[in-house]
C-alpha cells in the first residue's frame, strides 16, 4: 500500500492494560517481538503509561553530561552566571527532554528538582 514497506524483525509490541496472556502477533512468517519497554526517539515507553522510568533515564544522562563539564565547574576564573548559562544548555535540557507531555506526579516532580538543586549546589561551591 502507497509504496510502503517495513520490516518485521525491526517490529517491537507493547501491550497496555493487557490481562491475559501476550498474543503472537505474526505478520509474514515473522513473529513481532513482544518488549515491556520500548525506547522511541530517546524516549522511554511504558507499559503502564507513568514516566518513572523515563525519569531515572532522564536523570542518569543528566548525570552523565554534568560530570562531562565538571573541569568547567571547578574553575574558579569563569564567572557563576556563565557557568549557570551553561548548565541550562547543556544539563538541564537533556534532563527536560520530552517534558512537554509527561504526565507528571508530585513524587516525579520531587525528584526533578532534587537533582537540579543538587547540580545547583555543586556549580556554586
Known amino acids: 500500500m502507497f509504496g ?13 492494560d493487557w490481562l491475559n496472556s501476550a498474543p503472537k502477533l505474526v505478520i509474514g512468517s515473522e513473529t513481532i517481538e513482544c518488549v515491556n519497554r520500548f525506547t522511541y526517539l530517546g524516549s ?24 562531562n563539564l565538571r573541569h568547567l565547574w571547578r574553575r574558579r576564573d569563569i564567572r557563576l552566571m556563565t557557568k549557570g548559562r551553561v548548565y541550562c544548555a547543556a544539563v538541564r535540557s537533556v534532563l527536560l ?25 555543586n556549580i556554586a561551591r
Request: with cysteine; proline share 5%; net charge positive.
Open 4 to 16: 510502503m514497506r517495513f520490516s518485521p524483525s525491526k517490529c517491537k509490541m507493547l501491550l497496555q
Open 44 to 67: 522511554l515507553i511504558s507499559p503502564n503509561g507513568l514516566v518513572s522510568d523515563e525519569i531515572s533515564a532522564r536523570i542518569h544522562k543528566a548525570r552523565s553530561a554534568f560530570a
Open 97 to 121: 527532554y520530552g517534558c512537554e507531555t509527561w504526565p507528571l506526579r508530585i513524587e516525579d516532580i520531587r525528584r526533578l528538582l532534587v537533582f537540579d538543586l543538587r547540580c545547583l549546589r
